[in-house]
Nanobody, 119 residues
């Protein structure tokens, strides 16, 4: 049974930090690139950060570069998003996606975790 479960969201003041976790099971984690997406109310879902299956390559949305860091541990089937210097405009539901193109394209999504940045 495939599961992708995010955690670590919450309410934080502007300038604060949060660390999101995404734990996967039911598939070969090391074959999957992992990404964090977010969706704010009334807005389209957008890519925040992505990491290759090996962890050697990462990329970020322009507005989070230098503030957010994506990382993974394939021995723990886990990917993290460290978010620093948070801004109110970072408020959104953050979701984790696993994607592979090995043999065929498969994608799995988590249910999301709410991040609210407010004073």
């Amino acid at each position: 049974q495939v599961q992708v479960v995010e955690s670590g969201g919450g309410l934080v003041q502007p300038g604060g930090s949060l660390r999101l976790s995404c734990v996967a099971s039911g598939f070969t984690f090391s074959n999957y690139a992992m990404s964090w997406y977010r969706q704010a109310p009334g807005k389209e879902r957008e890519l925040v950060a992505a990491i290759s299956n090996s962890g050697n390559n990462t990329n970020y949305a322009d507005d989070v570069k230098g503030r957010f860091t994506i990382s993974r541990d394939n021995t723990k089937n886990t990917v993290w998003l460290q978010m620093n210097s948070l801004k109110p405009e970072d408020t959104a539901v953050y979701s984790c996606r696993a994607r592979t193109e090995v043999i065929r394209i498969l994608e799995y999504w988590g249910q999301g975790t709410q991040v609210t940045v407010s004073s």
